[in-house]
Nanobody, 123 residues
Framework: QVQLMESGGGLVKAGESLRLSCQAF????????MAWYRQGPGEQRELVAS???????NYADSVKGRFTIFRDYASNTLYLQMNSLKPEDTAVYYC?????????????????WGQGTQVTVSS
């Protein structure tokens, strides 16, 4: 129902910045909460930040004050501005979107994941 296309990952040095983008494509759907997750080597996937529609953003404690999540509703694009990156931020970052669809009398919901984008921070 919804396809997510991510971009913006790469290799940077500690202290530098990156911006991730995630554009959602779907017909006759309404995007709800969108989020960024990450999965480091040998680790479980964890929530980095989320933002509802509309709503205040939420952040994992490990990224508060360094990362900013925001949305462009006109283009259905989710962003993650990552500043002051640390080596421990190295991971594959995934975009996630919850969405609603279907007629009013029979509403449905679903969730989609992006393919992931690698972020590597060297010390």
């Amino acid at each position: 129902q919804v396809q997510l296309m991510e971009s913006g990952g790469g290799l940077v040095k500690a202290g530098e910045s990156l911006r991730l983008s995630c554009q959602a494509f779907g017909r006759r759907v309404s995007l709800d909460t969108m989020a960024w997750y990450r999965q480091g080597p040998g680790e479980q996937r964890e929530l980095v930040a989320s933002i509802s529609s509309p709503g205040s953003p939420n952040y994992a404690d490990s990224v508060k004050g360094r990362f900013t999540i925001f949305r462009d509703y006109a283009s259905n694009t989710l962003y993650l501005q990552m500043n002051s990156l640390k080596p421990e931020d190295t991971a594959v970052y995934y975009c996630n979107a919850h969405f609603s669809y279907g007629p009013i009398e029979d509403p449905r919901s679903g969730s989609s994941w992006g393919q992931g984008t690698q972020v590597t921070v060297s010390s």
